[in-house]
């Protein structure tokens, strides 16, 4: 019975150790975690002034054509020269997709 008690007090043991490793391993690895995002911030806005993302509208525009309007269903610029259009009252509007033409058609009727 002794042998028994004994050898239940070491499996225990050993299996607290074991936990302890495994939280001190889970902390560490937030801690990584955690310093990789704060660095990663001071890093990315240097990247971006590199010239890599610094187009506007407008010159995205002229790459694909036309002018960037503001599809007024989802709010998402769009070309003219891209675009799923409607005519309105004499006025074109510019859609992003046939889905937000057809949602724009529903709840307007």
Known sequence: ????????????????EFLGYLLDAIFALMMLRMLYGVLRQFI???????????????QQA????????RD??????????????????????HFCSEGCLEKYRSRAA
């Open 44 to 58: 990315a806005p240097r990247r971006a002034n590199r010239g890599t993302r610094t187009s506007t509208a407008g």
């Open 62 to 69: 002229a790459g694909a054509g036309g002018q960037m309007v």
């Open 1 to 16: 019975m002794r042998n028994i008690l004994r050898a239940r007090r070491i499996v225990c043991k050993s299996m607290g």
């Open 72 to 93: 007024p269903e989802c709010g998402m610029f769009v070309s003219t020269e891209l675009s799923h259009r409607l005519r309105k009252g004499g006025e074109t509007l």
